[in-house]
């Protein structure tokens, strides 16, 4: 089993400033997933992050917004650039096959 | 393409109703596995069932049970005696491939209203 925080687990930002939220596992593991949950929509996934090599990002997601980090095997970071009010979302972190989620960051932009 | 269907957006019941949350999947993978998730308000995804794609037995945990009917694509979620505790959003989900590595494709979840 997994273990997932999050930090911040609530933010309130302002229109084109940057936030970066931080996930951390309590053990190792090879992927880590980001998603992205609009309010009242399902989760999308943004980018899938291996430790030693650039994210991978999905259709309709760029690394100059959401830079990912993933400095080690248990922890990883997803920044939200220049935010927007379409911003305003949960984002969680994930591993092994979905069947371990954080707890989600909660933003929202003004 | 990968793609999860969960036609029903809202359901509304009253206690001790039994419900069925239904889920339709696509995908060209032989080997893949079935999720199933619940958000309730407070907004964590709770985790409730993973299934593979060669294993159609059907499974019963408590008052939830899980059809799993490959010939139909279709995974659906039953619960029963339902409870107010039970409304929460409910989203399925579908792997790609089988690895501990694959990214999750959602459903658009099922609002679930359980009255007392």
Redesign the interface.
């Known amino acids: 089993s997994a273990v997932i925080s999050q930090k911040p687990s609530r933010d309130i930002c302002q229109r084109g400033t940057s936030l970066t939220i931080q996930c951390q596992v309590d053990s190792q ?3 880590m ?1 980001w998603y992205r949950q609009q309010p009242g ?5 943004i980018a ?1 992050a291996n430790q030693g090599s650039e994210a991978t990002y999905e259709s309709g997601f760029v690394i100059d917004k959401f830079p990912i980090s993933r400095p080690n095997l248990t922890f990883s970071t997803l920044t939200v650039s220049n935010m927007s009010p379409e911003d305003s979302s ?1 984002y ?1 972190c ?8 954080g ?2 960051t ?1 933003l929202t932009v003004l | 393409a990968q793609k999860v269907t969960q036609a029903q957006t809202e359901i509304s019941v009253v206690e001790k109703e039994d419900v069925t949350l239904d889920c339709v999947y696509e995908t060209r993978d032989t080997t893949y596995y079935l999720f199933w998730y619940k958000q309730p308000p407070s907004g964590e995804l709770v985790f409730l069932i993973r299934r593979n794609s060669f294993d159609e037995q059907n499974e019963i945990s408590g008052r939830y049970s899980w059809n799993f009917q490959k010939s139909t694509s279709s995974f659906n979620f039953t619960i029963t005696a339902s409870q107010v505790v039970d409304s929460a959003v409910y989203f399925c989900a579908l792997s790609e491939g089988a690895g501990a590595n694959s990214k999750l494709t959602f459903g658009k979840g099922i609002t679930l209203s359980v009255r007392p």
Not at chain 1, 41 to 45: D, K, P, V
Not at chain 1, 94 to 101: I, N
């Open positions: 593991v090879t992927m997933f929509q399902s989760l999308t996934l899938t949960i969680l994930s591993v092994d096959q979905g069947q371990f989620f707890p989600g909660r």
